[in-house]
Protein backbone atom coordinates (compact mmCIF):
# COMPACT_ATOMS: atom_id res chain seq x y z
CA UNK A 1 0.00 0.00 0.00
CA UNK A 2 1.20 3.15 -0.23
CA UNK A 3 1.72 5.93 1.71
CA UNK A 4 -0.47 8.32 0.07
CA UNK A 5 -3.93 7.16 0.69
CA UNK A 6 -4.99 6.89 -3.17
CA UNK A 7 -7.50 5.15 -4.48
CA UNK A 8 -5.41 1.91 -7.34
CA UNK A 9 -7.24 0.65 -9.75
CA UNK A 10 -7.16 -3.17 -10.08
CA UNK A 11 -8.84 -3.36 -13.58
CA UNK A 12 -11.54 -1.40 -15.10
CA UNK A 13 -14.03 -2.05 -11.98
CA UNK A 14 -12.08 -2.38 -8.55
CA UNK A 15 -10.59 -0.05 -6.19
CA UNK A 16 -8.01 -0.77 -3.97
CA UNK A 17 -8.21 1.11 -0.70
CA UNK A 18 -5.05 2.75 0.77
CA UNK A 19 -5.41 4.48 4.38
CA UNK A 20 -5.09 8.26 4.38
CA UNK A 21 -1.28 9.28 5.65
CA UNK A 22 -1.29 11.89 8.18
CA UNK A 23 0.39 14.25 7.52
CA UNK A 24 0.71 18.32 8.49
CA UNK A 25 -0.11 19.92 5.34
CA UNK A 26 3.38 22.05 5.48
CA UNK A 27 5.26 18.79 3.95
CA UNK A 28 6.70 19.83 0.21
CA UNK A 29 6.35 16.58 -3.17
CA UNK A 30 7.50 16.66 -5.99
CA UNK A 31 5.27 15.86 -9.53
CA UNK A 32 7.05 13.91 -11.92
CA UNK A 33 6.55 11.94 -15.47
CA UNK A 34 8.81 9.39 -15.54
CA UNK A 35 12.05 10.75 -15.01
CA UNK A 36 11.13 14.55 -15.25
CA UNK A 37 10.58 17.29 -12.47
CA UNK A 38 6.91 18.44 -13.70
CA UNK A 39 6.76 20.80 -10.27
CA UNK A 40 6.45 21.67 -6.88
CA UNK A 41 3.53 20.61 -4.71
CA UNK A 42 3.09 22.70 -1.10
CA UNK A 43 -0.31 23.12 1.21
CA UNK A 44 -1.55 19.19 1.26
CA UNK A 45 -4.54 18.29 2.29
CA UNK A 46 -7.10 15.77 1.70
CA UNK A 47 -10.69 14.70 0.84
CA UNK A 48 -10.57 11.22 0.44
CA UNK A 49 -9.79 9.70 -2.37
CA UNK A 50 -8.00 12.55 -3.55
CA UNK A 51 -4.58 14.67 -2.50
CA UNK A 52 -4.53 18.74 -3.41
CA UNK A 53 -2.35 21.19 -2.76
CA UNK A 54 -0.68 24.20 -4.63
CA UNK A 55 1.41 23.36 -7.52
CA UNK A 56 4.21 25.41 -8.97
CA UNK A 57 5.33 24.48 -12.76
CA UNK A 58 8.23 24.13 -14.06
CA UNK A 59 8.91 24.77 -17.45
CA UNK A 60 9.01 21.24 -18.43
CA UNK A 61 5.15 21.25 -17.41
CA UNK A 62 4.05 23.59 -20.61
CA UNK A 63 3.28 20.56 -22.85
CA UNK A 64 0.60 19.11 -20.18
CA UNK A 65 -0.68 23.02 -19.27
CA UNK A 66 -3.45 22.88 -22.34
CA UNK A 67 -4.48 19.56 -21.37
CA UNK A 68 -4.78 20.22 -17.70
CA UNK A 69 -6.63 23.16 -18.06
CA UNK A 70 -8.96 22.24 -20.77
CA UNK A 71 -9.94 19.14 -19.09
CA UNK A 72 -10.21 21.25 -15.71
CA UNK A 73 -12.19 23.66 -16.79
CA UNK A 74 -15.92 23.49 -15.56
CA UNK A 75 -17.28 23.60 -19.16
CA UNK A 76 -15.52 20.84 -20.51
CA UNK A 77 -16.77 18.12 -18.50
CA UNK A 78 -16.74 15.04 -20.96
CA UNK A 79 -15.94 17.12 -23.73
CA UNK A 80 -13.09 16.63 -26.50
CA UNK A 81 -9.95 18.84 -26.44
CA UNK A 82 -9.67 21.16 -30.01
CA UNK A 83 -6.20 20.03 -29.68
CA UNK A 84 -4.26 16.80 -30.05
CA UNK A 85 -3.43 14.80 -26.81
CA UNK A 86 0.05 13.72 -26.15
CA UNK A 87 0.23 10.41 -26.95
CA UNK A 88 -0.01 8.13 -23.47
CA UNK A 89 -0.76 11.27 -21.66
CA UNK A 90 -2.08 9.46 -18.24
CA UNK A 91 1.07 7.29 -18.49
CA UNK A 92 4.27 8.09 -15.88
CA UNK A 93 2.73 10.22 -13.08
CA UNK A 94 4.47 10.17 -9.98
CA UNK A 95 4.49 12.46 -6.78
CA UNK A 96 7.90 11.68 -4.81
CA UNK A 97 8.36 13.02 -1.24
CA UNK A 98 10.79 14.57 0.69
CA UNK A 99 12.58 11.37 1.53
CA UNK A 100 12.37 10.03 -1.53
CA UNK A 101 9.61 7.59 -1.28
CA UNK A 102 7.70 7.20 -5.07
CA UNK A 103 3.91 6.78 -5.72
CA UNK A 104 2.97 6.12 -8.90
CA UNK A 105 -0.45 7.52 -9.90
CA UNK A 106 -3.11 5.84 -11.34
CA UNK A 107 -4.32 8.73 -13.39
CA UNK A 108 -3.81 11.96 -14.87
CA UNK A 109 -3.38 14.45 -12.40
CA UNK A 110 -5.89 17.42 -12.56
CA UNK A 111 -4.01 20.77 -12.68
CA UNK A 112 -6.15 23.63 -12.54
CA UNK A 113 -5.21 27.28 -13.82
CA UNK A 114 -5.02 28.83 -10.21
CA UNK A 115 -2.12 26.24 -9.36
CA UNK A 116 -4.35 23.71 -7.61
CA UNK A 117 -3.72 20.39 -8.27
CA UNK A 118 -5.68 17.42 -6.92
CA UNK A 119 -4.69 13.36 -7.58
CA UNK A 120 -5.17 10.32 -6.35
Known amino acids: MGAFGFCSTAGATAMAYRPMPEFTGKEVL ?6 VFMGTI ?5 DWPWM ?8 AA ?5 LWYFWTSE ?14 YDKGWAIVQEDGQREELD ?9 EIGWR
Do not use: Q
Open 30 to 35: KLFRYD
Open 42 to 46: TDLDS
Open 52 to 59: MGKIELTP
Open 62 to 66: ETYKP
Open 75 to 88: GNFGADPPFEIPED
Open 107 to 115: FLPAVHADG
